[in-house]
């Protein structure tokens, strides 16, 4: 039986993989550039839910629903100040670097405001565990709850883009920004958007993983932006169902290493996952393939 | 042709000076320990930002791995030096030192090339990642590697120390998580300045040859390359292995300047390797010079921001960063920069035909 | 024998087959067109012909050597330079670099010699700085020499482009469409250059051209390609006359 208990938080984990590669595929799609600080933002969220819930000893539903807003605020203003004056410039390594700016940025304020000691998160998830097969198997509430918002974001996401005129002016801009303002879409306002919700599912990322690992540091975000990242790569960066497949596995394929092989090697065997998948097909499980025309 | 032999003497003298005057302040002591503690890794730093950028700036390829290529050296060459205390004692250390640097180098080269073959065919951000990932592999490896020699041969286990049925646990060289300790302290500053010297000369005099010519005709256009018959994948390849061996280089020099030798986040993770594509590309991509000072800056910033705002040092060298990116990059930027040195010079040349009226 | 002979040259995109049969026979020193509507296919052979594709079926000869499916690098070597359409340059590269790239196969220095700046490092380049001055002074591009090929106006551009293919020694030099974007004086002088390269390397050179007055002042011969097949072959004004010709460059 543990093999189902190690695959359920396999697929736990890879649901907050899921949230955080989601936004994160997003926002590659239409600014075509890695998005360094996308895993400090989920600290943000981890920490703004914190202050609201066990410092001010708030109401968790309002601590989710200020940090929501809180990240998509920041997502916003970061992508104004730091990266749209960098949209034109001659290198894409630009941007990048001024990403890993925002990210020491929002580090060192975290770090300032809250100390580098780890803080211990209450959950905001208030369900009971389940109990399968005569108690061999429990779920965890936070478990469930991280699953379900995760499937349930993203069929949102997939009807989003797919039904609604914003989804196609965003599947427009990625695809190229010039023709997209000639055809009357408005490209700053869409680029904002998809920060806005990249970020928005940062928040809820954050405050799920926090609720699942509830240990908060400045650097909390760091590793799990690096591993969406490769999780959104993995699936085909760009494509919403690539991300969450991506995220899925990635996770289940970390507690089964963990579980099975070495725990300490889990990183690296994820890791090496990744670079057998992009050998075998360049773009990732779902990705376009795009060849330079000669 | 004397242009560039005039700019790479300049590049090479800078560091010459540099050294002279901090000889000069050590030997009248106007110099803090905290400076001089900072000499040998300002070489480092130095040597990682100019091997970075000829993957970067002259093959143009994002590589986000170069701290797994530094890592590499330390352990390699850390590995040899204490197997030459422990088996060759009589061997005198500057030789067993110059054998760990060409060893360093020696084994990040060829890792550079293992790694080379299957992901150089990768492009941009999959690229990027990727080397992310080897990086960090290799770092994982090596915090769960136990290795160690003895009488019956040499020993290796991936699980703990007991796994490799020693008898004598002193005799244990690369101990997990706890690395390697007791490794001689051979780097010092003059040595750290002449491997910096060496790695310019390399690297300037590569650039300017036919081979640096064809990797950089690769990075401006690889078909029109292919067309005209250079071999891609293999100069892709010594880019990217000299680059890696380069990489080493600085490994052994840092390797050869602690006591224990541990593969941390902090100096052999993805940070590390982001931190050098941070002094690359601010330094300004191909410029070998540029990217050198900008290591040295950016290394030094927070140290000296360290006496002045020390709570809020860290968090000043970030909004630093990004204000010089937005400064030195942004279109808008660039445009008004050239604005304002136009109506300088404008001005200038004004009251020139001024005077000479 | 035949510079150039291909037979029953094929390639299918998804289902498309963008070129069809395509046959031809060039004679060594001969200046020969492939013309043809939009999308008809002529860079489809050029990407063929230099290996950049691998072809579904046929057999390209070059000078009595099969070179069908070989790599771009060794066609190159056997013998073919091309120029592109949407130009190709070394752009952050100077002018004199550029074709010095082009020398790289013909002037053999190891790489440790050249790190170490060995005696040879400095015979070499000095050999190769004489060539490929030689050449920009060809082309009217030896003033411009150590400027970025970048800041090149755009004649110039296309100029270098095929100094560059020159520097590689062909026997065969493809050009696609030289005379893009050019004013009825540079293609004048683009017309001269051909020649004169023609003449002064006894080069063979195939050429892509929509400028029916290029096309028809220079060259001796001439194939038509038509939705991926040739559709007429045979000398210039023959061709020109052809109704088959008019009708598909024309309409009804």
Known sequence: ???????????????????????????????????????????????????????????????????????????????????????????????????????????????????????????????????????????????????????????????????????????????????????????????????????????????????????????????????AFVAAVFGGIGSIPGAFIGGILLGVI????????????????????????????????????????? | MKKTVRSNLITMGLVVAAYIIVQILIGTGNISSLM???????????????????????????????????????FSSAFFSKCMNMFVPGMPGGLRFFLAILIGAAAAGIFGILIGIPVLRLKGDYLAIVTLAFGEI?????????????????????????????????????????????????????????????????????VHSRDGRAIMA????????ESVGIPVTKYKMMAFSISAALAGVAGVLYAHNLSTLTALPKNFGYNMSIMILVFVVLGGMGNIRGSMIAAVVLTLLPELLRGVVSDYRMLIYAIILIVMMLFNWAPACIEWRKKITATVKSKLSKNKTAKEV | MAMLEVKNLSISFGGLRAVDDFHVTIENGCLYGLIGPNGAGKTTVFNLLTGVYKPDEGIITLDGTNITGKKTIEINRCG?????????????????????????????????????????????????????????????????????????????????????????????LLLDEPAAGMNPNETQELMDTIRFVRKHFEMTILLIEHDMKLVSGICEELTVLNFGRVLCQGKTSDVLNNPEVIKAYLGE
């Open chain 1, 1 to 227: 039986m543990s093999f189902v208990t190690y695959l359920i938080n396999g697929i736990s984990l890879g649901s907050v993989y899921a949230l955080i590669a989601l936004g994160y595929t997003m926002v590659y799609g239409i600014a075509k550039m890695l998005n360094f600080a996308h895993g400090d933002v989920i600290m943000v969220g981890g920490f703004t839910c914190y202050t609201i819930c066990s410092t001010m000893g708030m109401h968790p539903v309002l601590g989710v629903l200020i940090s929501v807003v809180v990240c998509t605020v920041l997502g916003i203003v970061i992508e104004k100040i730091a990266y749209k004056p960098l949209r034109k410039a001659s290198s894409s390594l630009a941007v990048l670097i001024t990403a890993i700016g925002v990210s020491y940025l929002l580090q060192n304020v975290a770090l300032l405001i809250f100390g580098a000691n780890a803080k211990s998160f209450t959950s905001v998830v208030n369900v009971e565990n389940i109990n399968l097969f005569d108690g061999q198997i429990s779920i965890n509430g936070v478990t469930i709850v991280t699953i379900i918002t995760c499937i349930v974001i993203m069929a949102v996401l997939m009807l989003f883009i797919n039904k609604t005129k914003m989804g196609q002016a965003m599947l427009a801009v990625s695809e190229d920004k010039g023709a997209a303002q000639l055809m009357g879409v408005n490209v700053n306002g869409t680029i904002s958007l998809t920060f806005a919700i990249g970020s928005a599912l940062a928040a809820i990322a954050g405050v799920l993983m926090c609720s699942a690992y509830p240990s908060l540091t400045p650097y909390t975000g760091s590793m799990p932006g690096i591993k």
């Open chain 2, 218 to 225: 690769i990075r401006d256009n690889t078909i029109a390359a």
């Open chain 2, 138 to 206: 290799i770092k994982n490896l090596i915090n769960i590697l136990y290795l160690g020699i003895d009488e019956n041969g040499v020993h290796f286990s991936f699980k703990s120390s007991l796994d490799l049925h020693m008898e004598d646990s002193d005799k244990i060289i690369i101990n997990g998580a706890m690395g390697i300790t007791g490794t001689p302290n051979n780097s010092n500053f003059t040595i750290g300045v002449i491997l910096l010297l060496i790695t310019l000369f390399i690297v300037l005099n590569l």
């Open chain 2, 36 to 74: 001089k503690g900072l000499l040998v890794p300002l070489c480092i730093y130095a040597i990682l930002a100019v091997s970075l950028n000829l993957t970067v700036g002259i093959l143009g390829e994002l590589s986000l791995g170069h701290a797994g290529f530094m890592c590499i050296g330390a």
């Open chain 3, 80 to 172: 073919i330079a091309r120029t592109f359409q949407n130009i190709r340059l070394f752009k952050e590269l100077t002018v004199l670099e550029n074709v010095k790239v082009g020398l790289h196969n013909h002037n053999y220095y190891g790489t440790l010699t050249g790190i170490l700046r060995l005696p040879k490092y400095f015979r070499v380049e000095k050999q190769m700085n004489e060539e490929a001055m030689e050449l920009l002074k060809v082309f009217d591009l030896a003033d411009e020499a150590d400027i970025l090929a970048a800041n090149l106006p755009y004649g110039k551009q296309r100029k270098l482009e095929i100094a560059r293919a020159l520097a590689t020694k062909p026997k065969l």
């Open chain 1, 254 to 294: 970390q507690i089964f290493s963990q579980a099975y092989i070495s725990s300490q090697m889990a990183d690296a065997i994820v890791f090496a996952v990744l670079i057998v998948v992009l050998l075998v097909k360049p773009t990732g499980l779902l990705g376009k393939n795009i060849q330079e025309k000669v």
